[in-house]
């Protein structure tokens, strides 16, 4: 058996692939099955599929663009010679299914899936479907979502069970995160995550009070890989030698990193990304979203407020994300303990941790697996 994986390349896409990758493993018991991910080259992602054991195949993908732009034009024929590319893979390949996670880095593939008359299936992560899935899910024999109150799709077609989740992500430990960012445990620890694309914004918030943070709050900051040094140097200059130790940048959190500042965060700060939600939710932490408003169709301001409409967190919309605006909110929270406790229990109310076994568990019984 063969299965083709493909998405848009960013970690949003990637690592719900792996995820349901990894339930495969364990539920098939040794059935033997080859497994594969076409997309557009992405170093990032060719780094951890390949550390998953899954045979790469790069294509050219072109991006559809909404508004007008010479670009547009370009962008077309990269689409074509996607397509053409994906036929030859998948003809020579000739894999059972494809599984498509989205993003303009899939369409070539599943179209080319739909030529050959290949099952689609497809994962949407965001309450608002892209234009990529929009087109594919026309195609799709099911379509997995993630929020309940998911556009666009038909109804017949959809089966809710969330964002697949990494299981590692919930296996780690306040002790191994005091050691790993060598932390004090003097005070409350925040992590801020602000994201591949919304970093900068963040940071530079995060900078501008970082002073008056650390005089209540311990800080574990994922900066972004581009952020960081200018991150590190301009706190070092802010904040006095004796209180760096209150505050650990990194420019970006691997996996057993960042499954162990989520087990030790009494509060996390990030954009509303759907895959950093359902983490959050997951491990049942309280949370301020700060969604990142370029967005395409503004999906995470919608998936901030469909996750925090129970009460498992708050919303801080990108023009009202004031210094320190920002830091009275935080402050607030901490006098109130029991409302922090409350956003706990929520999120793990909301958290649908089963998602990549249930998807992992149709694709197995769908190959007879």
Known sequence: MKIVFTGGG????????????????????GAPFSLFFIGAKDDYSLTLLSGEGIKIKNIIAGKFRRYFSFKNFLDFFKIVIGIIQALFYLFFLSPDIVFSKGGYGSFPVT???????????????DIVPGLATKMESKWAEEIFISFDKTQFFPKEKIILVGNPTRTEILEGSKEKAKKIFNLTEEKPLIL???GSQGAQKINDTILEILLELIRNFEIIHSTGEKNFNQVRSEAEVV???????????????NEE??????????????RAGAGSIFEIAAVGKPSILIP?????????IENAYAYIKNGA????????????????RINSLFLRAQVLEKMAQKAEIFSKPKAAKIIASYL????NL
């Open 313 to 328: 967190g708050l919303v801080i919309e990108e023009e009202n994300f004031k210094p320190h605006f920002f830091l009275e």
């Open 239 to 253: 904040i006095s030698s004796a209180d760096l130790k209150y505050y650990h940048p990194f420019p970006f959190l």
């Open 192 to 194: 801020i995550l602000g």
């Open 364 to 367: 197995l019984e769908y190959l």
């Open 257 to 270: 990193y960042l499954k162990n500042a989520l087990a030790a965060a009494d509060l996390i700060i990030s």
């Open 111 to 125: 179209f080319a899936a739909r030529i050959l008359h290949i099952p689609i299936f497809l994962h949407e992560s």
């Open 10 to 29: 960013t970690g949003g896409h990637i690592f719900p692939i792996i995820a349901i990758i990894r339930e495969m493993k364990k539920l098939s018991k």
């Open 292 to 300: 990142l408003s370029s967005s395409a169709s503004n999906h995470q």
